[in-house]
């Protein structure tokens, strides 16, 4: 099985940046992809980022230009950097791993316990 451990959220003023981590253990090896996840109470999961084989990436529209995922080279932490932060990115973030380039929460088999991301506006 694989854990996920995520890190690095906090509170943030509009404008200002965060970076979160998240730590793979178990099954890191073979081809998989990482992906980022977000909610705010109230509200369904909803898609951030992915990246996968050969450092290929994608973005959700929201936040195309302000947000960059990559892991490390052992490939068993990923990262997103949050840049140019707006009071609607306030939510949990979760990192997941699934063996399908998707959009779509259920695609994710494995997933972190979140961390609290809040802008003020």
């Known amino acids: 099985q694989v854990h996920l451990l995520e890190s690095g959220g906090g509170y943030v003023q509009t404008g200002g940046s965060l970076r979160l981590s998240c730590a793979a253990s178990?099954?890191?090896?073979?081809?998989?992809?990482m992906g980022w996840f977000r909610q705010a109470p109230g509200k369904e999961r909803t898609f951030v980022a992915a990246?996968?084989?050969?450092?290929?990436?994608y973005y959700a529209d929201s936040v195309k230009g302000r947000f960059t995922i990559s892991r490390d080279n052992a490939e068993n932490t990923v990262y997103l950097q949050m840049n140019s932060l707006k009071p609607e990115d306030t939510a949990v973030y979760y990192c997941?791993?699934?063996?399908?380039?998707?959009?779509?929460?259920?695609?994710?088999?494995?997933w972190g316990q979140g961390t609290q991301v809040t802008v003020s506006s």
């Open positions: 997941a791993r699934s063996f399908k380039v998707s959009v779509v929460a259920g695609e994710y088999a494995y």
């Open positions: 178990g099954h890191t090896f073979g081809n998989y992809v």
């Open positions: 990246i996968w084989s050969g450092g290929r990436t």
